[in-house]
């Protein structure tokens, strides 16, 4: 899905403005679309399955930074999504592996941190 449609997207369904990144980051940059699939954000959560209701869903608190998609709306339905995770148990692990794929790989447009 288009960046742009993306963020057009998630302000018609969930109600919410997401900002992308505008500089480019230290290290390589932006992360580049692969085989069709962008990455749009990439992160680390003790549970992963309330994080991934939290960005697919846009369920749990409301002053959560999140993602805001709704998948189920009809606006994302016609594009194909991947969600990809590794899972670590070591809090201090998961945040180096985290600033390392930043560094080497790229940022993704929505991790404005």
Known sequence: ?????????IQKCSGRSKETRKTKPDGV???KQVNGFQVIYAG????LQKRL??????????GTTKMS???DCPLFSKYSW????VYLKDYPTRYAIEAWWRLNI????????
């Open 106 to 113: 790229g940022w993704p447009p929505f991790c404005v941190r």
């Open 69 to 71: 998609i709704k998948i």
């Open 29 to 31: 940059g932006f992360t």
């Open 82 to 85: 991947f969600v990809s995770c």
């Open 53 to 62: 209701l939290e960005h697919l869903l846009n369920e749990g608190n409301a």
């Open 1 to 9: 899905m288009p960046i742009g449609e993306l963020k057009s997207a």
């Open 44 to 47: 680390t959560e003790k549970d």
